[in-house]
Structures are given as C-alpha cells and as structure tokens.
C-alpha cells in the first residue's frame, strides 16, 4: 500500500513538472552557454522548484483555511488551470523567446513559471490539504522530493539527453507529457465536481 501510494504520486508530480517542456526550454535558453554554465544553472533550476514545491505542498492546507477556499472548489479550480496548461504543451506555444534576454533565467522563466507554473501549484496546494496522516504526508513529500530530483537529473544531463532523443524527439515528447496531464487535469476535476455534487 505505501509503495504503491508513492509510485502514483511519484509518476503523477513528475509527470505535472512537465520535465520533457522543461527540458526543450532549457535546451533552447541555455543554447549559448557552455558545459559548466548550463549544469550550474540546471542545479538551480532544481533548487528552485525543490523550494517553491516543498513551500506549496506543506502550507496549502493553510492557505485554505486562511481564504476560506474549500479543498473541491480548489479542485475544479486547479484542475481546469492544469488542464489548459496541458492543452499549451499539445498546441506547443514557444513562451521561451520573450525570456531569452533575462538576467537570471534559473528561477524565471525556468523553475516558475515553466516548471511550477499555476498548475502545479494548484496541484500541490491540494495534495498538501489532501494528506491526512503524517505517514502520508511524509511519502507524498518523499515522492515529490525525488520528482524534482528527477527533473533536475534530466536537465543536467541535458546534452546527453538531447543527443539520446534527437530534435524529433524534442518534439514529440512534451505532446505525450501533455496527453498524460490532461488526463491528471481531468480526474482531478471530476473528483472535485463529484465530491461537490455529494456534499450538495
């Protein structure tokens, strides 16, 4: 039962972190640096959205109660956020172009809001509030740990990466990731809808 909570919840955060997007993006900002400079700056990539994640997992239950938002609104909210966000990958919109002169783009555009974007906070605000044991809640924030490890892997490794799945599959890639968060986006929804109609 633990083992298998946390392979769902490890495929499902991973998948959400979009990390075949991600890792296109990255390729494409990072295109004039060199070796040293591209791993420095997927370490902080993976620094970043390890923070932001872990910010978001651990306090959605109290932002919740702070703005009085219940946890299946949140749902449809998210939900519907994630799902637009999936349909943005499958239409493959380039958002990297407006950021190629930024300063720093280890944290923006890189880890919020390419990687941690409005989805996955949603997704994480609700996972976090969902969590009702501490067993729990320490596998989900196991599982989310070695999600974003795993992103930050795949980055760093980039070049190899790019070499292994050549340009077609640069492409191809962040359409199945989308195709696979859709389906996320949409079960979510559904929770959210069903648990609403029951209490009403």
Same mark, same amino acid.
């Given at each position: 039962?633990?083992?298998?909570?946390?392979?769902?919840?490890?495929?499902?955060? #991973? %998948?959400?972190?979009?990390?075949?997007?991600?890792?296109?993006? %990255?390729?494409?900002?990072?295109?004039?640096?060199?070796?040293?400079?591209?791993?420095?700056?997927?370490?902080?990539?993976?620094?970043?959205? !390890?923070?932001?994640?872990?910010? #978001?997992? /651990?306090?959605?239950?109290?932002? %919740?109660?702070?703005?009085?938002?219940?946890?299946? +609104?949140?749902?449809?909210?998210?939900?519907?956020?994630?799902? *637009?966000?999936?349909?943005? !990958?499958?239409?493959?919109?380039?958002?990297?172009?407006?950021?190629?002169? @930024?300063?720093?783009? +280890?944290?923006?555009?890189? +880890?919020?809001? !390419?990687?941690?974007?409005?989805?996955? $906070?949603? !997704?994480?605000?609700?996972?976090? =509030?969902?969590?009702?044991?501490?067993?729990?809640?320490?596998?989900?924030?196991? +599982?989310?740990? *070695?999600?974003?490890? @795993?992103?930050?892997? $795949?980055?760093?490794?980039?070049?190899?990466?790019?070499?292994? $799945?050549?340009?077609?599959?640069?492409?191809? *890639?962040?359409?199945?990731?989308?195709? %696979?968060?859709?389906?996320?986006? =949409?079960?979510?929804?559904?929770?959210?809808?069903?648990?609403? /109609?029951? *209490?009403?």
């Amino acid at each position: 039962m633990i083992v298998q909570t946390f392979i769902n919840f490890y495929l499902k955060i #991973f %998948f959400i972190l979009t990390p075949f997007f991600v890792l296109s993006a %990255f390729i494409s900002l990072t295109k004039d640096f060199d070796d040293i400079e591209k791993k420095r700056t997927a370490v902080r990539v993976t620094v970043g959205v !390890m923070i932001s994640s872990f910010v #978001f997992y /651990l306090f959605g239950k109290y932002i %919740f109660e702070l703005f009085g938002i219940t946890l299946d +609104a949140f749902r449809i909210g998210a939900g519907t956020i994630l799902f *637009l966000s999936a349909i943005t !990958m499958i239409a493959e919109k380039d958002d990297t172009k407006k950021h190629a002169n @930024s300063s720093d783009i +280890a944290i923006v555009p890189l +880890a919020m809001p !390419m990687t941690v974007g409005p989805g996955v $906070i949603g !997704m994480l605000l609700v996972t976090g =509030a969902e969590a009702e044991s501490l067993t729990e809640k320490l596998i989900i924030g196991i +599982a989310v740990f *070695l999600a974003v490890i @795993s992103v930050g892997i $795949i980055l760093y490794l980039s070049s190899s990466v790019k070499r292994l $799945i050549g340009e077609q599959g640069l492409v191809i *890639l962040p359409k199945i990731t989308g195709l %696979f968060v859709s389906a996320i986006a =949409a079960q979510i929804i559904f929770t959210g809808v069903q648990n609403f /109609l029951h *209490l009403n």
